[in-house]
């Protein structure tokens, strides 16, 4: 993510309230009313639907301060069926789901009930769990606590007829899908034999499905099992990250957390496991990270800028840069088999006093450039690994420093220490005759560009190994389907890498870690070979030539989507078709890859609205086509690999396909011209959405998001279109 997605002031100061660590705060709740529901009956209706099939209906009693019977009577009535056992891995795994579903319905107090968390956990987690409560909007919007009521005549006859619709519109009858929620993480860890593929430099990625805030005290959530390590091994892959927060892993001056040896021996006992697949285990650190202004009494001189509430830990002061060499040396004394670290130092979250751009308000930091500051928080990182005895490997990552002083960064930084760059930044663009430039990750656009090129020459200059960053499984644009099967363009990009003769390539942020042809095909590349070897190792010789067809098919169509960074994280391109329609203007602003709403202004970013449609429109058209084509070539004997390329291929049509009718819907309505055509289209958009997730639990899916939506979800959206068509009823 970037800066720009949360503002300048930084993570601390936009969170808004008081707090770290234990004894943490909740945000204040916002003057703000809710979202409106009026296709349900009543809030507490809208409530037992979202909950259904994540949280067991005794909890949803508990917390909403009714029966079990009351609970079940409800769903029943709706046309939901019978309750869902709701299975641990589940309740485990589903918690940003849950929050996220109901962040417009419940309050505080019923929210906590509902989830079975304390306060404190709840504030960890909107803080650290990937940046969960700028997702949100950061605000919680006012809402009055659900209750339960007695149905009168009218909520009955609306009971009814959303179960008729219901059973009308899914004949069926399998509302929650064929393919249980979470289902693959049981596939993906399941023991398989596949020869691990010799990689030529490092490629690392994330896990598919680990919990992004405190992996490593949940040893019954295992980030890596040895089933899904051996199959990235087998798609070259030779690393994995995770992300590291420094106060949860080691002892500092201004923190010790008492379950610091514990994720140290969980962190060994996987760097082990993983070195026998062939892998090494990376940190991800972006640190130090701020601190309540109350929390410097008496250490004044380790205080640097500050935001609202919160102030940096000054990187210029000794016993701050001691704190960091020793926690660093602690970690890889304790973890020898660990690969390395990888940082970021400027944007995400506050950390040094130049990370947002703010040094010259430090006494101290105000006599040292940005780059110098930048360079010493790596040089500390450096430092602690050497002090260990210098097994693991740095890299300093150049995400967001400025181009005024990234070449000076770079010369700054210690020898042997690795430089990485996004290798798609910066590259020009033009979509539906409308000029810009990638300022983030793209699989539509194809790099490397004049900023990656840059440093890379930079760290050539210093004799520095030069690593690219890319996304080649699925990216921002979409991450609702485990790949996007652009592979031609994931094929070019490695091409392009390989001339460039960088030493080594992440292959995803947080999302894009599944094992898929789009990791093979760079490794692929990268030793010789080309997309159509892989294609014939993949499906055969007899497959082969319709495959690399409807892969070069569908990276064309991507090539035409209207990118923009402003978009790319507003727009309803993760929610699809889940995203309701909004009958009037809700005024709330979209959220980072969280909540759109109705805000198509944020949503089209750059672009006119109607080319934004249309390009969009485009896109979902070139992907559709390139799907029935290979149905049609594969014929009746279509093997599973192939009917996954198709299904994920028609899942991406469908959502971007659904954001441009969402945002002909909003035309319409804000013009008070006819808006049903928009509504129909989004309800067959759903219903075979619905059909395909039902199939394939992996759609909707995204690990720092977890469930984007579920099919109850797609059910709903149903019904609310019924509901818009028949003029605000049923």
Aim: one cysteine or more.
């Amino acid at each position: 993510m970037t800066r720009r997605a949360f503002g300048a002031l930084g993570l601390g100061a936009a969170l808004g309230w008081a707090g770290r660590g234990r004894g943490e705060a909740l945000p204040g709740v916002s003057g703000r009313e809710p979202v409106g529901i009026p296709h349900f009956p009543t809030r507490f209706h809208a409530y037992v639907w979202r909950n259904w099939q994540l949280v067991e209906t005794g909890r949803m009693a508990a917390a909403a301060g009714t029966t079990e019977e009351q609970v079940l009577r409800t769903g029943k009535a709706m046309g939901l069926g019978e309750a869902p056992v709701i299975p641990g891995s589940v309740r485990a795994r589903s918690a940003i789901t849950v929050i996220r579903r109901n962040w417009h319905l419940l309050p505080y107090e019923q929210l906590l009930a509902l989830l079975g968390w304390t306060a404190e956990k709840l504030a960890f987690a909107l803080k650290e769990d990937d940046f969960l409560y700028i997702k949100l909007g950061s605000l919680k919007p006012k809402c009055a606590p659900v209750k339960w009521a007695e149905p009168d005549g009218a909520v009955k006859r609306r009971e009814a007829e959303m179960a008729a619709v219901v059973k009308e519109e899914f004949l069926g009858g399998n509302l929650l899908g064929n393919d249980a929620l979470f289902s693959f993480v049981e596939r993906l860890s399941a023991p398989v034999e596949a020869a691990p593929r010799k990689a030529g430099g490092l490629r690392f990625c994330s896990s598919y499905f680990a919990l992004y805030g405190d992996p490593l005290m949940e040893p019954g959530l295992d980030p890596y099992p040895d089933g899904y390590l051996a199959r990235l091994a087998a798609c070259g892959v030779n690393g994995v990250w995770l992300q590291g927060l420094l106060t949860k892993l080691a002892a500092t001056p201004w923190e010790n957390d008492a379950d610091a040896p514990k994720r140290r021996e969980n962190l060994r006992k996987l760097t082990e496991r993983a070195a026998r697949h062939g892998m090494r285990v990376f940190l991800y650190l972006n640190e130090p990270r701020t601190l309540p202004v109350a929390a410097f009494q008496g250490k004044e001189g380790w205080r640097g800028v500050t935001a609202g509430e919160y102030a940096t830990l000054c990187t210029s002061a000794e016993a701050v840069r001691e704190g960091l060499r020793e926690a660093v040396a602690q970690i890889c004394r304790d973890v020898p088999e660990l690969g390395g670290f990888f940082t970021i130092t400027a944007s995400e979250n506050m950390t040094n006093c130049w990370s947002h751009g703010l040094g010259a308000k430090c006494p101290r930091c105000s006599k040292r450039s940005a780059a110098e500051v930048i360079a010493g928080v790596n040089a500390c990182f450096d430092e602690g690994i050497k002090a260990a005895g210098g097994k693991q490997r740095l890299i300093a990552w150049d995400w967001a420093w400025s181009d005024a002083w990234l070449e000076e960064a770079v010369a700054k930084l210690p020898d042997g220490v690795s430089t990485m760059s996004v290798s798609e930044w910066s590259l020009p663009i033009e979509r539906g005759g409308v000029k810009s430039e990638v300022g983030e990750y793209s699989i539509s656009a194809v790099g490397p560009g004049p900023r990656a090129r840059r440093n890379w020459a930079a760290a050539r200059k210093r004799k520095l190994p030069a690593l690219a960053k890319i996304q080649a499984g699925n990216t921002w644009e979409l991450s609702s389907v485990p790949w996007i099967p652009a592979v031609a363009n994931v094929a070019q990009h490695a091409a392009n890498l390989k001339a460039e003769g960088v030493d080594g390539i992440m292959l995803g942020w947080t999302l894009g870690g599944h094992p898929s042809p789009n990791l093979e095909v760079v490794e692929e590349v990268m030793a010789g070979g080309s997309m159509q070897s892989l294609a014939r190792k993949r499906y055969g010789e007899a497959m082969a030539e319709a495959v690399v067809a409807f892969w070069k098919e569908c990276s064309a169509a991507f090539r035409e989507f209207p990118y923009h960074i402003g978009g790319v994280y507003s727009a309803p391109y993760q929610m699809g078709p889940a995203n309701l329609l909004c009958p009037k203007a809700t005024g709330y602003a979209a959220t980072m890859v969280g909540l759109p709403y109705d805000d198509l202004r944020a949503w089209r970013s750059i672009y006119p609205a109607e080319v934004w449609a249309k390009q969009l429109e485009k896109v979902a058209e070139g992907f559709k086509a390139a799907a029935e084509r290979l149905a049609k070539a594969a014929g009746a004997g279509v093997s599973a690999g192939i009917r996954e390329e198709i299904r994920f291929a028609e899942a991406a049509a469908l959502h971007w396909g659904s954001a441009a009718a969402q945002a002909r819907y909003i035309l319409a309505r804000d013009a008070g011209s006819d808006r049903l055509p928009f509504v129909r289209k989004e309800k067959e958009a759903a219903k075979r959405l619905h059909a395909l997730q039902s199939e394939d639990a992996r759609i909707g899916f995204e690990a720092t998001n977890q469930y984007y939506y579920v099919p109850l979800d797609l059910v709903e959206k149903v019904l609310q279109c019924r509901w818009l068509e028949a003029g605000g009823g049923f």
